[in-house]
């Protein structure tokens, strides 16, 4: 019973459920360190209103937080973000983001089960933190493309200066987003579900 005294307990709100020409659904994580935008990116992009986990950040994590660049964030997730987008008419992304302290990274094993490719969101005032997030990624064998985050204050450089600096393979698309856009986030996953049909056509998705 419900607290209207009614015995029917409410379904989903009719924008929240999934469309009824959905034939397959791929799990995509979106990962990145602290403050690089994942959770400004599954807001932007998800169809349904996003789960977010967001806390208020305290002095506890004075000193074992890097916000460099983030000084003016108040809010930290602390255990996952989730949103739904459909790419087609048949397929349906369920976007994970996860925390980006690296005090929550414990919980990105569970996150990464199960999940067909990443986005790796950089920012490049902090390059150096995205060395232990791709190779988590690699070592759990999860095929992922890169989105350099465009902040205003960030240095610019061109793709193959990225590369060499995060020392990727030729394969791996590396492309520029702004996660507070929709159109430029939803560019992002097309990218990479068009990296995981080239590696499925060549035998090199398993």
């Not at 020409?21 to 932007?44: D, E, P, R």
């Not at 394969?171 to 560019?187: H, N, Q, W």
């Amino acid at each position: 019973m419900d607290f209207n005294g009614s015995d029917t307990i409410p379904g989903p709100r009719t924008e929240d459920q999934l469309p009824h020409t959905a034939q397959a659904a791929a799990k995509i994580v979106i990962v990145g360190g602290f403050g690089v935008g994942k959770t400004t990116m599954v807001g932007s992009v998800s169809e349904i209103t996003p789960l977010t986990t967001e806390e208020t950040m305290t002095q506890a994590g004075i000193g074992v937080d890097d916000n460099f660049g983030s000084a003016s964030k108040t809010a930290t997730t602390v255990a996952m973000d989730f949103g739904r987008i459909s790419i087609t008419d048949q397929l349906v992304l369920y976007l994970f983001g996860t925390p980006g302290q690296q005090r929550f990274w414990f919980l990105w094993n569970g996150l990464f089960e199960g999940a067909l490719g990443a986005v790796v969101l950089v920012d490049t005032r902090r390059l150096e933190v995205s060395f232990d997030v791709m190779g988590r990624l690699e070592e759990r064998g999860v095929p992922f493309v890169v989105a350099i985050n465009s902040f205003p204050d960030a240095p610019r450089y061109d793709v193959e200066e990225l590369r060499a600096a995060l020392d990727l393979t030729p394969d791996i698309p590396i492309i520029e987003c702004d996660a507070r856009r929709r159109a430029s986030s939803r560019d992002v996953l097309m990218t990479l579900m068009r990296f995981l049909h080239s590696l499925a056509m060549t035998g090199s998705l398993t």
